[in-house]
Every structure is written in structure tokens, then in C-alpha cells.
């Protein structure tokens, strides 16, 4: 299997700018996570999809944050308009529960993670 | 957000030394704990489960201990690879759904 894919690795952006991160899970896994991470907070969990329905998006900072998950096999996170204080890596996880959301055990898959610049 | 702790380090230690890792959870219904290692610019990969009995991966030892809160992990003959941050992780009831809440990893440095 070829593991949770995201993309860009990298985005150099202006603030003000629309940007959209992507991540492809893992196929067959039924729960996506979204993460944040900054050295000042660590990794933060900005929101969850079970069955490509968003669960709990308590964890995104503010409006400009969206998520999608159009199907099993795509989820996008997009900042409308981007600010400095966005600059973080982004990580997508995906994991695998016979009932999404109640597993215990199961482990996470992250991606690569996305690495954002906003100047 | 239920809050998970870990001392940021660093650890620093020499090849061969034993070090030993601590987190404290504060959320006494937490189910499922982890400790997943993560080496510099990359992404967090899963070390080990932490079962109630402690458990034991070669040179990893993992150990819970609920009536205090807190998981350990203890490190023995450290080697170079080793060197990463640790994070510790815990699965509590949110609303229904186990989620996986990170600290925010300690630190560690092998040096020869």
C-alpha cells in the first residue's frame, strides 16, 4: 500500500491567500484526521471524518478553516485567507475501525505532512 | 481537549544508557494509550501500545499505571538511531468516539 499521501509537500504563500492542502488516505480506512503541528503547541487535531462525514471540527481555529471529504478517498483542508500565524506543518492520519470511531487499538497513519509558509 | 503532558526535554544520553520517559493524562476515562516516535521533519510513526499488564518490544518497555495517570516508556542500551521525540498519546471517550489526543513529545539525543 502506498500509505496516506498528502500534497503539497511544501506551500510558500502570501497572506491573504486561499490555500488547500490535500490527502489521500488509506485505502479501506474509514476514519481521516486532520493535525496541526507547531513547535509552541505541538500536534493539535483540527478535525475528524468517520465514513467521510466530518465528526468533530471543535479543533479548527477559526471560519477560515475548512474541511472536506467528498468521498472515501479524498479529504481537502482550506484557509480563506491566510495569515501568518497559519505557518505549521499539516498532517493528515487515516486509520481503520470496524465501527468508525469506536476503536481502542487502532493505530494511526500519518502522511508526509504538508509544510505551510504564509509571509 | 482532554490534556496529555510530557517533560519537552531534551534527554541527553550517551550510547548504552537506560532513560526512561513519563506522561500524565488528566482524563481518568482515558481507554487506550500509545507511544508513537517521530524523527526531525518527519511524519509520527507508532512505537508501541501500552497494555494495563506493561509490555515489553525488545529494548522498549512500556508501562501504565491508571491510579496515578501517567504512562512511562524506558529506553534500554540506547543507540544513535534512537534519537527522536516521543509522544505520548491517549484515547479517551469524546462524545461518544475514541480519539487520540498528543502530547507534545520529549525530546531525545544518543550521542556516541
Known amino acids: 500500500d502506498a500509505g496516506v499521501i498528502q500534497s503539497p509537500r511544501h506551500e510558500v504563500t502570501e497572506m491573504g491567500q486561499e490555500v488547500t492542502l490535500r490527502c489521500k488516505p488509506i485505502?479501506?480506512?474509514?476514519?481521516l484526521f486532520w493535525y496541526r503541528q507547531t513547535m509552541m503547541r505541538g500536534l493539535e487535531l483540527l478535525i475528524y471524518?468517520?465514513?467521510?462525514?466530518?465528526?468533530?471540527d471543535s479543533g479548527m481555529p477559526e471560519d477560515r478553516f475548512s474541511a472536506k471529504m467528498p468521498n472515501a478517498s479524498f479529504s481537502t483542508l482550506k484557509i480563506q485567507p491566510s495569515e501568518p500565524r497559519d505557518s505549521a506543518v499539516y498532517f493528515c492520519?487515516?486509520?481503520?475501525?470496524?465501527?468508525?470511531?469506536?476503536?481502542?487499538?487502532?493505530?494511526?497513519?500519518f502522511g508526509s505532512g504538508t509544510q505551510l509558509s504564509v509571509l | 481537549r482532554k490534556e496529555v503532558e510530557q517533560d519537552p526535554g531534551p534527554f541527553n544520553v550517551p550510547e548504552g544508557a537506560t532513560v526512561a520517559f513519563n506522561c500524565t493524562y488528566s482524563?481518568?476515562?482515558?481507554?487506550?494509550f500509545f507511544w508513537y516516535r517521530q524523527d526531525c521533519r518527519k511524519e509520527p510513526k507508532l512505537l508501541m501500545s501500552?497494555?494495563?499488564s506493561g509490555n515489553e518490544d525488545g529494548r522498549f518497555t512500556a508501562q501504565l499505571n491508571r491510579a496515578s495517570q501517567y504512562i512511562s516508556l524506558l529506553i534500554r542500551d540506547s543507540k544513535l538511531s534512537d534519537s527522536a521525540t516521543y509522544l505520548c498519546?491517549?484515547?479517551?471517550?469524546?462524545?461518544?468516539?475514541?480519539?487520540?489526543?498528543f502530547g507534545r513529545g520529549t525530546s531525545l539525543i544518543v550521542h556516541p
Open positions: 492520519a487515516s486509520s481503520y475501525a470496524h465501527v468508525p470511531g469506536q476503536g481502542r487499538r487502532e493505530k494511526l497513519f
Open positions: 485505502s479501506g480506512h474509514n476514519s
Open positions: 471524518f468517520n465514513n467521510n462525514v466530518p465528526i468533530d
Open positions: 482524563n481518568s476515562a482515558s481507554q487506550s
Open positions: 501500552v497494555y494495563s
Open positions: 498519546v491517549v484515547k479517551g471517550p469524546e462524545g461518544g468516539s475514541y480519539i487520540p489526543t
